[in-house]
């Protein structure tokens, strides 16, 4: 296992379009994190799922922004009609259900340029 | 959620040893103190994590006062491939970690 992985690493959209963001996390682990994060400011909480339960949400910054993990496993982040706001990196991060106090492993991300 | 509050950036030489200092006046019995570190481009990175006095790892020591308001991250001897941005957290049990601006930690030649 090579730790949390994020596809794609680059993504320029167009104003207006549609991006769908995939993480993997480490196959071990249940609880599954996506945080939003602008240049020179630490990761924004977005959402997390345990198993293939979205556990919260409501931190996702507009209706625009959806995640799934359908079957537990890897999880996508779609952006529906982008905005020049919306440029950032985009993390995810998973951990055992212990949760936070044991750590989380981040994957490197990807970063969004909307044009 | 504990607030936290930490130099907004550092600098240092090779070979120096740093310390950043974190301070969190409210943070509750049940709190954990974290510290991430991250490279630009890339994900943070687990460093260590402590309750009380201090814990000790093969990166770095987290010094924790009795009264726990406060901590320090000390890295020994830093090469320039520590520069990075160190963000101290507190949280506690079935809490999402919050990061807040971090410290910009830049290790000169």
């Known amino acids: 296992d090579t730790g949390v992985s994020q596809n794609p690493r680059h993504k320029i959209t167009k104003r207006g379009q549609n991006v769908t963001f995939r993480c993997d996390p480490i196959?071990?682990?249940?609880?599954l994190y996506w945080y939003r994060q602008t240049l020179g400011q630490g990761p924004e909480f977005l959402t997390y799922?345990?198993?293939?339960?979205?556990?919260?949400k409501s931190r996702l910054l507009s209706d625009r922004f959806s995640a799934e993990r359908p079957k537990g496993s890897f999880s996508t982040l779609e952006i529906q009609r982008t905005e020049q706001g919306d440029s950032a990196m985009y993390l995810c991060?998973?951990?055992?259900?212990?949760?936070?106090?044991?750590?989380?492993?981040f994957g490197s991300g990807t970063r969004l340029t909307v044009v | 959620l504990a607030k936290t509050t930490q130099p907004i950036s550092m600098d240092s030489y090779e070979g120096q040893e740093v310390n950043i200092t974190c301070s969190h006046n409210?943070?509750?019995?049940?709190?954990?103190i974290t510290w991430y570190q991250q490279f630009p481009s890339q994900g943070p990175r687990f460093i260590i994590q402590?309750?009380?006095t201090k814990v000790t790892n093969e990166v770095a020591s987290l010094f924790i006062p009795a009264d726990r308001k406060s901590s320090t991250l000390s890295l020994p001897r830093v090469s320039l491939s520590d520069t990075a941005v160190y963000y101290c957290?507190?949280?506690?049990?079935?809490?999402?970690?919050?990061f807040g601006g971090g410290t910009r930690l830049m290790v000169k030649p």
């Open positions: 799922f345990q198993n293939e339960a979205q556990l919260e």
């Open positions: 957290l507190v949280l506690g049990a079935g809490n999402m970690l919050t």
């Open positions: 991060a998973s951990s055992t259900n212990r949760g936070a106090n044991y750590g989380y492993t």
């Open positions: 196959s071990e682990h249940n609880r």
């Open positions: 409210n943070i509750a019995t049940n709190d954990y």
């Open positions: 402590g309750y009380k």
